[in-house]
C-alpha cells in the first residue's frame, strides 16, 4: 500500500484527516509545540481503517499501523486538557480532529485534538495548515479497535 500523505487547508481537508487518525495512539513525549515556529507536531501510530474495512469480511482480515507524522502550521497558542506533560508515556487515543471558525470573516479558529478519557489539545490557529504523512513504518496488529458509536465531550475548551 501506498504512504498516506495528506494535506489540510480548510475545515473539510481537516476532516479527512480527523478520519485517518480516528484511534491513532500517540504518547505525551511524541508532542511538541514549537511556540517561535508556530507549529505543533506529533508522531503517531494510525490504525489503517480503510484496509481493515475492506478485509474485513475475508477469512482472515488484514489489521495494521503506520508511523505517521502530523503537523499544523501558524500555531498561536496550545491548551491541555486531561494531559499530564510530565507523564512522557502517557498513552492517548484519537477519537477526532474538530474545527471551530472564529465569528467574524477570518480563516482563524481553533483546531481541538480530542482524545479518549475527555483529553484533549485546542491549538488556536491563524488558519488552517496542516500535514499528515506516513513515515515508512508499518506493521500488523491482531486486532482493531473497538468503543461505543457515539462519544460525548465538554463543551467548553480543554485548559492547561
Not at 505543533?40 to 503506520?66: D, G, I, M, V
Not at 491541555?80 to 471558525?101: C, M, T, Y
Request: charged residues 25%; proline residues 4%; aromatic residues 6%.
Amino acid at each position: 500500500m501506498q504512504e498516506l500523505k495528506l494535506i489540510a487547508l480548510d475545515a473539510e481537508d481537516l476532516a479527512v484527516l480527523s478520519v485517518h487518525l480516528q484511534d491513532a495512539v500517540l504518547k505525551v513525549d511524541d508532542i511538541a509545540y514549537l511556540t517561535a515556529e508556530k507549529r505543533f507536531a506529533a508522531l503517531l501510530n494510525r490504525f489503517n481503517w480503510p484496509e481493515a474495512l475492506s478485509t474485513e469480511n475475508a477469512s482472515k482480515p488484514s489489521y495494521t499501523r503506520h508511523r505517521c507524522a502530523l503537523r499544523f502550521e501558524r500555531v498561536t497558542s496550545a491548551r491541555l486538557r486531561g494531559i499530564d506533560l510530565q507523564n512522557k508515556d502517557q498513552v492517548l487515543s484519537v477519537l477526532a480532529i474538530q474545527f471551530d471558525a472564529r465569528s467574524d470573516d477570518t480563516p482563524s479558529g481553533a483546531i481541538t485534538l480530542l482524545f479518549a478519557g475527555n483529553a484533549a489539545i485546542r491549538l488556536e490557529v491563524d488558519y488552517i495548515e496542516a500535514e499528515l504523512r506516513d513515515l515508512g513504518g508499518a506493521w500488523s496488529t491482531n486486532s482493531r479497535p473497538h468503543h461505543p458509536d457515539s462519544h460525548s465531550t465538554e463543551d467548553e475548551p480543554p485548559t492547561i
